[in-house]
């Protein structure tokens, strides 16, 4: 209770962490070291609202952090997570800040609560196919502090969801090799900033926004092409360049139901555009 720590530690070549029953503490910190995985199973649900640490293939070997059946992680002010061979937590989880990584292969995947989760970082250091990461937060999403990347020899995929919320990206975003981004924010009045660039080597970039997308600071830089949404729920929704950001690509395509304005330095190869309503 209080704010007691709690700390569940396996060592030795192959051992894991099982979760089936609950762990807790008031507002101490949880740690979970695992030599190989840690599997957080129904029941065993990880409850603070201090900081989540779970450190996963600490013995060197591969180790996977999974969540299975209804297992969750609860209100903790920051989730930080350590794999060597991917991470799912796909459950109910609803933690306010968000730090991943992951070496060798597998995806980093979170599905989340909260009215605003910030992402601090996500390394995705894995070389293997399939070493994507994905991010959809019930909620406002905010990336922050540092980059979020995959890797050019897994040509890793970037997906960040707010649903129902507006998406803000503060740091840079980067695919490796073909690996596509995808930016987007659902609800009548769900924005997309871009405050930071987005950017991959030779992959698609789609940014797909409930109500504005805008870009402020940041530019979408692609060798592929980039798509720009707007008003994808409300009446009417922008897409405007409102600082020095800047677009380059193959082929831009906008779709939007109140204008498009691209004043800045754009460098794209091709242009296809759609507006409605006015603007």
């Known amino acids: ?26 507002t101490g910190n949880i740690t979970v070291n695992a030599d190989r995985n840690i599997a957080i199973n129904t029941g065993g649900d990880i409850t603070t609202a201090g900081n989540v640490t779970l450190n996963a293939a600490q013995g ?16 903790a002010a920051l989730l930080t997570t350590v794999s060597d061979g991917g991470q799912t937590l796909s459950n109910a989880n609803t933690v306010a800040s968000f730090n991943a990584t992951n070496t060798t292969g597998g995806a980093i995947s979170l599905t989340n609560t909260a009215g605003t989760l910030t992402v601090t970082k996500i390394a995705q250091n894995g070389t293997a ?7 959809n937060n019930t909620g406002n999403l905010t990336t922050s502090t540092n980059p979020i990347a995959t890797t050019a020899g897994a040509n890793g995929n970037i997906s960040l969801t707010a649903t129902n919320g507006t998406l803000t990206v503060g740091n840079t975003v980067t695919a490796g090799g073909s690996g596509t981004v995808g930016l987007t924010a659902t609800g009548a009045t769900a924005d997309v900033l871009v405050n930071a660039t987005v950017s991959s080597t030779t ?23 980039v798509t720009l949404n707007s008003a994808q729920t409300a009446a009417t929704g922008v897409i405007n360049e409102a600082g020095a950001g800047t677009i380059g690509g193959a082929l831009l395509t906008t779709n939007s139901k109140g204008g498009t ?12 555009a759609t507006n409605a309503t006015s603007g």
């Open 60 to 75: 060197g070997s591969t180790g996977t952090i999974t969540e299975s059946g209804t297992g969750k992680v609860l209100t």
């Open 261 to 272: 304005t691209l004043g800045n330095n754009n460098t794209v190869s091709s242009f296809n």
């Open 203 to 225: 992959g698609a970039l789609t940014v797909s926004a409930g109500h504005d997308v805008v870009l402020n600071a940041g530019s979408l830089t692609t060798g592929g092409n």
């Open 1 to 26: 209770g209080g704010s007691g720590t709690v700390g569940l530690t396996a060592t030795g070549a192959g051992n894991d962490v099982i979760l089936n029953g609950a762990t807790g503490s008031t």
């Open 129 to 135: 196919a399939g070493s994507d990461i994905s991010v």
